[in-house]
């Protein structure tokens, strides 16, 4: 089994800065794209940033420049830096990772429960 769990998120006004951290943990064999995503209320859960276990990293036109993915591949961690918050970036963020389990040596997409971030004044 595998579990990913985020933490992080959180009540902050418009400018300001969070940082989510999501730590993967159970029989993981390997782990190859970790990824952030977020889903407002009404609307798709849609991609924020991802990054290769090689260091290719995508984001988001809408956070390019306020955001930042990062990896420590020792502590199976992800970890995405938000900083010049805007109210549209309210959502609930989840954590996603292409992880291949010992148990079956299948390469699997897992997700976190997710966390709250709520940008309001």
């Known amino acids: 089994q595998v579990d990913l769990v985020e933490s992080g998120g959180g009540l902050v006004q418009p400018g300001g800065s969070l940082r989510l951290s999501c730590a993967a943990s159970?029989?993981?064999?390997?782990?190859?794209?970790m990824a952030w995503y977020r889903q407002a209320p009404g609307n798709q859960r849609e991609l924020v940033a991802i990054?290769?276990?090689?260091?290719?990293?995508n984001y988001a036109d809408s956070v390019k420049g306020r955001f930042t993915i990062s990896r420590d591949n020792a502590k199976n961690t992800v970890y995405l830096q938000m900083n010049s918050l805007k109210p549209e970036d309210t959502a609930l963020y989840y954590c996603?990772?292409?992880?291949?389990?010992?148990?079956?040596?299948?390469?699997?997409?897992?997700w976190g429960p997710g966390t709250q971030v709520t940008v309001s004044s």
């Open positions: 159970g029989r993981i064999f390997d782990i190859a794209a």
């Open positions: 996603n990772a292409n992880i291949r389990s010992t148990g079956t040596m299948r390469w699997d997409d897992y």
């Open positions: 990054k290769s276990s090689v260091g290719v990293i």
